[in-house]
């Protein structure tokens, strides 16, 4: 089979597309034949090894995808040959499990049913991104811990950096539940971006006042932020908070690493910053998100492509290196591979 690998870490040139062996399901794995893979900000970090030094073993990147179960080892239920899935942070499972190549095997617990009428399109581009906002959006004190319509009513959602993939996915998701949705974005073409969404309100947080913007919407403060640069954004977040307010902080963008919170600002807001990431939530969280992004997905809560604020940029799988560079150059919208 044709498999994108890398045995170095470095940029995108260390891609390179090879022929492996048809990995055969173990008992409890299941074997998928990849329709379409995704790429992810962890992806190309992965690959460039900054945190693991200069070697690497065999590795297959990319953790989202989607296809078809192909074969099934012993003892798996609730799977049979043909079903349409998607995947549960594939690469984390082992070096060679990436969905950048035409057949994984995984456990059948990574596996995921994709609905009747959802694409293989909308299977890999919303796994990491939706399962990162559904989690952010299920954190705070006074609010749901899973997502359905009317589940945020009432609720105000900022939504930092709206033009994202997480932020996309963060807008549309809380829209779907009920919540008023309030984001933030850099330029105008963003902005458009983040109203295809279904962001009620935007701001442009390169011009006038920020805090000040929010307020004038949410005079009580806002409920839970969704936040892609919490360095930065620390003293805003004190500025726009309502009392017993969250921050859900899942990247540090334009940050240096340290997040810097004002005490007594925040003592007396009794306010709570969540940092989280998908790879130590719990499978039992995952899957509890994934369910609600299945039914969020048969809804028409999520939708992919421009009209709903996410753009695709295509790539075949021999070009896997190059969607790689789009990602981490930051392209608008979201990178997919077609696999098969």
């Not at 999520?302 to 753009?311: A, E, K, Q, V, Y």
Request: charged share 20%; aromatic share 6%.
């Amino acid at each position: 089979m044709k498999a994108v690998t890398y045995r170095q870490f470095g940029g995108p040139e260390v891609l390179t597309l090879s022929e492996l062996a048809v990995p055969e399901p173990g008992p409890g794995e299941v074997r998928v034949r990849i329709a379409v893979s995704a790429v992810n900000p962890t992806d190309w970090k992965a690959r460039s090894g900054s945190r693991f030094g200069t070697e690497a073993e065999l590795s297959v990147p990319n953790q989202d995808g989607a296809g078809v179960v192909d074969a099934i080892g012993a003892g798996v239920d609730g799977f049979s040959v043909g079903d349409r899935v998607w995947l549960l942070l594939a690469a984390a499972h082992s070096p060679t499990s990436g969905t950048a190549q035409e057949y994984t095997v995984l456990p059948a617990d990574r596996l995921v049913p994709l609905p009747e009428g959802v694409g293989f399109d909308e299977g890999a581009a919303f796994a990491i991104p939706a399962l990162t906002a559904h989690r952010a959006l299920t954190v705070a004190e006074d609010g749901p811990q899973r997502l359905a319509p009317n589940a945020l009513a009432g609720k105000t959602v900022l939504v930092s950096g709206g033009a994202g993939a997480v932020g996309n996915a963060a807008i549309q998701l809380a829209r779907w539940a009920g919540a008023t949705v309030i984001a933030t974005v850099s330029t105008e073409d963003k902005a458009a971006l983040a109203r295809a969404a279904g962001a009620q309100h935007v701001v442009r947080y390169t011009e006038g006042d920020v805090a000040a913007a929010i307020r004038e919407i949410a005079p009580d403060g806002v409920d839970v932020i969704v936040e892609v640069a919490v360095g930065v954004n620390a003293p805003l977040h004190a500025a726009v908070l309502r009392p017993r307010g969250v921050v859900a902080a899942y990247g540090d963008d334009r940050g240096n690493g340290t997040v810097t919170v004002d005490f007594g600002q925040n003592v007396f807001l009794n306010s709570r910053y969540q940092f989280l990431v998908l790879y130590t939530v719990g499978f039992d969280r995952l899957r509890a998100g994934a369910e609600d992004l299945n039914a969020a997905l048969v809804d028409g809560g999520l939708r992919l492509g421009p009209d709903h604020g996410l753009p695709v940029q295509r790539f075949p799988l021999a070009e896997t290196a190059r969607a790689h560079e789009a990602s981490e150059k930051g392209v608008t919208g979201k990178v997919l591979i077609d696999v098969s």
